[in-house]
């Protein structure tokens, strides 16, 4: 959890050629004026005219009307890719810095802006986050030399979340003292103090995923991602010797069918603390010569007919902590030779609540255990040993 520094930046961003840019971090952009501003001449207090990028626009575009009531992406400052996450319910600062380049004379002048929202990088539906225009405070007297500031300062009400969508501030400047001369103007410079800081920003995971996004098939195929997955059917394919998908922290996964295929030699399904299975049939595939599926702490599984296949010689289903499993009939099924369903978990913490049929292990010497406490809260006949051989069941404090 952390603020950002969004720099405003004379270049426009990849897919917006008529905006321009607000670079995320790192060093400020060069110093320098930018040719984004307005001739303002001899306007007097109350005159307004929308910013139009990589253009010094000329007095006849202002007049006593809000310029920015509706979205132009033209007239905004876009950032260079798109945010997942969520902004705290805190105020933004949003620091301009402004010079005159031909003639000064004392005028004075303020940013007036709105914020908006859009996954689409040239702003197509683009959504206001500000409720009305935010005005900001008034300049000095602007020189030609030295950068003066006009500052707004935005309290959202609310958290700011954004999925996937690039963030756009769009700005007008207005008339405060008017200058003495008809050669007045006011464009925007860039240097390190015109910055935008926001509040603490949390990055979100969620991959509400549209089919097949994913496809890694390298040898050995990796996929590592923290918190949480969203998947539609097809989401992440990962296939090669030694796949392995790798979780951190939360991960639900309310998955349509055939939604996360893990297929190769030591195909590696793994997740760290909770893990929430709530699948259709078929979503979850695990293949492969030691195919295992692990989890680590708590593990609840509500979980359709077929919903999880395990399947190769030492094809395993571990689960560490916690265990919770509320499965309809043959939702989980383990094939191969030294097939196991281990459950470690902790004092009357595993809880077997199937229906007949919702487990099956099936290959030579295939083993359930469960350690600890498991009471077995089901039907008669909810696990299957399906091969020669595979009658061992080792139960532990059940």
């Known amino acids: ?74 007239a905004c400052w876009r950032s260079e890719n798109p945010f997942t996450g969520t902004f705290a319910n805190a105020n933004w600062t949003l620091a301009f810095r402004v010079r005159a380049v031909t003639a000064a004379s004392a005028q004075t002048g303020r940013i007036k802006l709105r914020v908006w929202k859009s996954s689409n990088a040239a702003g197509t539906g683009a959504t206001q986050l500000t409720s009305a225009v935010l005005t900001g405070t008034t300049t000095a007297a602007l020189s030609t030399t030295v950068s003066q500031t006009s500052t707004v300062t935005w309290t959202p009400g609310s958290t700011v979340v954004l999925a996937n969508e690039y963030l756009w501030v769009q ?53 590592d991602a923290d918190r949480r997955l969203a998947a539609d059917a097809g989401a992440i394919a990962l296939a090669g010797n030694a796949a392995t998908l790798l979780y951190g922290r939360s991960f639900g996964l309310p998955a349509a069918a055939g939604a996360v295929a893990v297929t190769g030699v030591d195909a590696v399904l793994r997740h760290r603390r909770s893990y929430a299975l709530l699948s259709s049939a078929g979503a979850v595939t695990v293949e492969g010569v030691d195919a295992t599926l692990r989890l680590r702490r708590s593990y609840a599984m ?16 571990g689960t560490i902590s916690n265990k919770a499993m509320l499965a309809a009939i043959g939702s ?20 077997l609540v199937a229906q007949t049929g919702a487990v099956t292990l099936a290959g030579y010497d295939a083993i359930l255990d469960v350690d600890r406490a498991a009471p077995p809260l089901a039907p008669i006949g909810p696990i299957v040993f399906g091969r020669p051989r595979a009658e061992r069941m080792n139960v532990f404090r059940w």
Not at 190 to 209: D, K, Q
């Open 1 to 74: 959890m952390a603020t950002k520094s969004l720099y405003f930046k004379n270049a426009a961003p990849s897919g917006a050629a008529t905006s321009l840019s607000l670079q995320d971090g790192g060093t400020a952009p060069a110093t320098g004026i930018t040719a984004t501003g307005w001739v303002v001449a001899r306007l007097t207090a109350t005159n307004l005219s929308a910013m139009l990028a990589g253009t010094e626009r000329a007095s006849n575009t202002f007049s006593a009307a809000d310029a920015i009531g509706s979205f132009a992406a033209s």
């Open 171 to 223: 700005c007008e400047w207005d008339i405060v003292v008017a200058s003495g001369s008809n050669t007045g103007d006011v464009d925007f410079f860039i240097e390190s103090a015109g910055v935008i800081t926001t509040p603490n920003f949390v990055v979100s995971y969620a991959m509400p995923a549209v089919t097949a996004p994913i496809a890694v098939t390298a040898q050995p195929a990796d996929l």
């Open 302 to 317: 509500l979980a359709d007919p077929g919903a999880v296949a395990v399947t190769g010689n030492g094809a395993t289903f």
């Open 332 to 351: 989980v099924a383990i094939a191969g030779a030294d097939a196991d369903l281990i459950y470690v978990a902790l004092p009357a913490a595993a809880v």
